[in-house]
C-alpha cells in the first residue's frame, strides 16, 4: 500500500515559481521500480502528465512542460518535489502526485504514466495562480 499527500501553497503570483512537496508513506522512492509522477488537471479539461522521477533518481518531463519544470526528491525525508517555474494563470489546477510500480524500462513506464496509468493518487491540492 503506497500513500501520497501533496502540499504547498494555494495561491502563487504570476511569473512566481510554484513548488510542491509530495509525502511518501509505505516504499522508499528509491525502491526498486518504482515510479513517482506529476499529475494536473485545469478547471474543466482532463489530465496532464507533468513528469517523472524513477527509482535511481532519473527524471522525464512532458515535452510541453519540460522547459519550466523540474522534479527532485529527498530521500531521507521520503519525498519528492515539483517545481513549475514562470507560472501563468493557465497553470491553475488540482495538482496530483502519484505513484506506478512496473518491472519495465523507465521508457515504457513513461508511455504509461503519459497515457494516464498509475497504481496510487494523492487526494490532490487546489493552487491558483492569480495576483
Known amino acids: 500500500q503506497v500513500q501520497l499527500q501533496e502540499s504547498g501553497p494555494g495561491l502563487v503570483k504570476p511569473s512566481q515559481t510554484l513548488s510542491l512537496t509530495c509525502t511518501v508513506s509505505?516504499?522508499?522512492?528509491?525502491?526498486?521500480?518504482?515510479?513517482w509522477s506529476w499529475i494536473r488537471q485545469p478547471p474543466g479539461k482532463g489530465l496532464e502528465w507533468m513528469g517523472a522521477l524513477t527509482f535511481t533518481s532519473t527524471t522525464y518531463y512532458n515535452p510541453s512542460l519540460k522547459s519550466r519544470t523540474s522534479i527532485s526528491r529527498n530521500t531521507s525525508k521520503n519525498q519528492f518535489t515539483l517545481q513549475l517555474s514562470s507560472v501563468t494563470p493557465e497553470d491553475t489546477a488540482v495538482y496530483y502526485c502519484?505513484?506506478?510500480?512496473?518491472?519495465?524500462?523507465?521508457?515504457?513506464?513513461?508511455?504509461?504514466?503519459?497515457?494516464?496509468?498509475?497504481?496510487?493518487r494523492g487526494q490532490g491540492t487546489q493552487v491558483t495562480v492569480s495576483s
Open positions: 509505505g516504499p522508499s522512492i528509491d525502491t526498486t521500480y518504482y515510479y
Open positions: 502519484a505513484s506506478l510500480r512496473r518491472w519495465l524500462p523507465a521508457t515504457q513506464v513513461m508511455d504509461l504514466m503519459m497515457l494516464g496509468e498509475y497504481d496510487y
